[in-house]
């Protein structure tokens, strides 16, 4: 039983041309797109100290040596000390990155088990 070897469908050179700029410019918009959008990071949240101290600033008496080995004061690394970084959570933001990827993992798997059968068909004939 000879079977004539498979060969899929090729693709020019102006497809891969196209779907390589394609992809690339998908790539970018993805992660431009949250700097246009404001989207990105929730900022920095400072606390205010009436009396830079280091123990007003939660700095131990160890903490407090390695500050002034660089040259800082309590007045000085208030600023630092005190920024932080604003780590909350928008949940209807969460949310929708949630469903967009499920989404798009949806899709993707929908569309593969579509492309696999024209394959297996194509292949070794429609055997329903």
Known sequence: M???????????KAGQIFDSIFLLVL???????????GLTGGGTVTKTVEEPTW????QNPTMATQ?????????TATEMITTRFDY???PWAL?????VILGYFVFLVR????????VIAE???DKK
């Open 67 to 75: 500050w002034e080995k660089l040259g800082f004061t309590p007045e």
């Open 55 to 58: 123990e007003a600033l939660g």
């Open 27 to 37: 790539v970018y918009a993805v992660l431009f797109a949250p700097l246009v959008l």
């Open 2 to 12: 000879s079977r004539k070897a498979y060969r899929p469908p090729e693709q020019g």
């Open 111 to 118: 569309f593969s088990d579509k492309e696999y059968r024209e």
């Open 95 to 99: 949310l929708i990155t949630a469903v």
């Open 123 to 125: 292949r070794f004939g």
């Open 88 to 90: 909350t959570i928008n």
